[in-house]
C-alpha cells in the first residue's frame, strides 16, 4: 500500500509565517511586527471578557445572532448579510472554497496580502500576481491579468504590507471591469484607520450587485488579534454559501462577547484612530529624514525601504533592531527583501524605534 499523501499541490505551497513575538533572552520586546491595536482592546471588552467566563460550558450562539445585530447597528447593515467567523481569514479561505476549484485562477495585486496565493492553491486554483504601480494595485493591470478562467479577485484596500491604496472611485471601475461571474473580494482589515476623503471600504458595491464581499477584522483597530474574530458583509446568495460551508461554533461565547462591548466603546476606537492619525505620519516623517524610503501609508503600519549597503541594509536593520529589543516585521515573502514593515505602536514605542534606526543610519544626535 502507497503511504498516505496530501492531495497534489498541498506540499508545494509555502505556509504563512506570521510576524514574531519574541526574542532570545529578552523578557521585554517592543513588538511592531503584526500591527496590532497600539493601545490593546477597550476595558470594556475585557470586562465583558471576563463575564463570559461563568458560562463557558455552554456552547456560543452557532449564528452569532447578537454580534451580527451590534455591527449592523453600527455599520448600517443588514445582519442576515452578515457572517462571522475566526477571523477575516476564515472567509477569505471560505470564498474560495465556494467559489473557485482545479483549473481556476484567483487573482491579487504582485505585493498583496500573502495569504492570497496559499488560499487559492490550497483548493488547487492557480494564483496570478497582477503588477502594481508605486507598490499600488493597478486596476488596468489586474483586468488586464484576468481570464476565462478567473473566478475571485482578492484586494486588500488598504493594502498589507504596503499600506496604500485605491480611492472608491477605482475600486468602482475594477469592479465595473470584471465579468460578472468573477468574485471581488474587498479585504479591509485596516480600514477603520483610513482618514482619505475618496476611501471607501465597500459597502456600496456589496449593494449594488451580486458579486463583491467586503470582509473586515477584529485584530487590528479593535486590538482583539487573539481572539480570532472577522466578518464579512455580503449579497444574501453568498451569505447563503457561507453559512453552508463555515465551522458551525467557530466564534467563541466570550469573543463575541467583547466584540460586542468593543463595538459599542465608539470612544476608545476614535482615541486609537486618532493616535494613529498623529503617529503615522511623525514616524514616517522622521525615517524619510534619515534618507529612508517610506511610501504614504493609511494603515497602521509602515512600509520602510533601506539602501542595498551590506551595512545599511533590511537585514542588518532586522539585526540592529532586534539587538535593541524591537521586533518589526521582515518582508521577504512579500517580493520586498530590502524593506520592513513597522507597526504604529504607543507613543514611547514610536520614539525608541525611531532613535533606534536613527543611529543605525548614522544620524548625528
Excluded at 128 to 133: G, R
Excluded at 201 to 226: C, H, Q, W, Y
Excluded at 311 to 321: G, W
Aim: net charge neutral; with cysteine.
Amino acid at each position: 500500500m502507497s503511504p498516505l499523501a496530501p492531495r497534489p499541490g498541498i506540499l508545494d505551497i509555502d505556509p504563512y509565517v506570521p510576524g514574531r513575538s519574541k526574542l532570545p533572552g529578552r523578557d521585554r520586546v517592543i513588538k511592531l511586527s503584526s500591527n496590532e491595536g497600539a493601545f490593546g482592546p477597550s476595558p470594556r471588552a475585557i470586562a465583558a471578557y471576563r463575564a463570559a467566563a461563568e458560562t463557558m460550558h455552554r456552547y456560543p450562539d452557532g449564528g452569532a445572532v447578537a454580534l451580527r445585530e451590534a455591527l449592523g447597528r453600527r455599520f448600517g447593515l443588514d445582519p442576515d448579510r452578515i457572517v462571522c467567523g475566526a477571523g477575516s481569514d476564515e472567509h477569505l479561505i471560505n470564498l474560495a472554497r465556494a467559489y473557485a476549484g482545479p483549473g481556476d485562477e484567483v487573482l491579487h495585486s504582485f505585493h498583496g496580502f500573502n495569504l492570497y496565493p496559499i488560499i487559492a492553491r490550497s483548493v488547487g486554483a492557480t494564483p496570478i500576481a497582477a503588477p502594481e504601480i508605486a507598490l499600488t494595485a493597478d486596476v488596468d493591470a489586474l483586468l488586464a491579468a484576468a481570464s476565462a478562467r478567473t473566478r475571485i479577485v482578492y484586494l486588500a484596500n488598504p493594502n498589507n504590507p504596503t499600506g496604500t491604496y485605491l480611492p472608491i472611485n477605482e475600486v468602482r471601475r475594477l469592479r465595473a471591469g470584471l465579468d460578472p461571474g468573477v468574485l471581488l473580494v474587498l479585504d479591509g482589515a485596516y480600514a477603520e484607520y483610513v482618514t482619505r476623503n475618496d476611501y471607501a471600504p465597500g459597502i456600496e458595491l456589496v449593494d449594488a450587485g451580486d458579486n463583491v464581499v467586503m470582509t473586515r477584522t477584529f485584530s487590528k483597530i479593535f486590538a482583539m488579534g487573539g481572539m480570532r474574530l472577522g466578518w464579512c458583509y455580503c449579497p444574501p446568495a453568498i451569505a447563503d454559501a457561507l453559512n453552508r460551508i463555515r465551522s458551525p461554533f467557530s466564534v467563541a461565547s466570550a469573543t463575541m462577547a467583547a466584540a460586542i462591548a468593543a463595538i459599542e466603546d465608539v470612544d476608545f476606537i476614535a482615541a486609537s484612530r486618532d493616535h494613529n492619525a498623529v503617529w503615522l505620519p511623525w514616524l514616517s516623517d522622521r525615517l524619510r529624514a534619515l534618507g529612508l524610503e517610506v511610501p504614504v501609508s493609511v494603515a497602521n503600519f509602515v512600509l520602510v525601504r533601506f539602501p542595498a549597503d551590506p551595512a545599511k541594509n533590511a537585514t542588518a536593520a532586522m539585526r540592529f533592531l532586534n539587538a535593541r529589543g524591537i521586533i518589526p516585521r521582515n518582508t521577504d515573502s512579500y517580493h520586498l527583501p530590502d524593506c520592513l514593515r513597522i507597526t504604529i505602536g504607543r507613543e514611547d514605542e514610536m520614539r525608541a524605534v525611531a532613535a533606534a534606526l536613527a543611529e543605525f543610519m548614522g544620524a548625528p544626535s
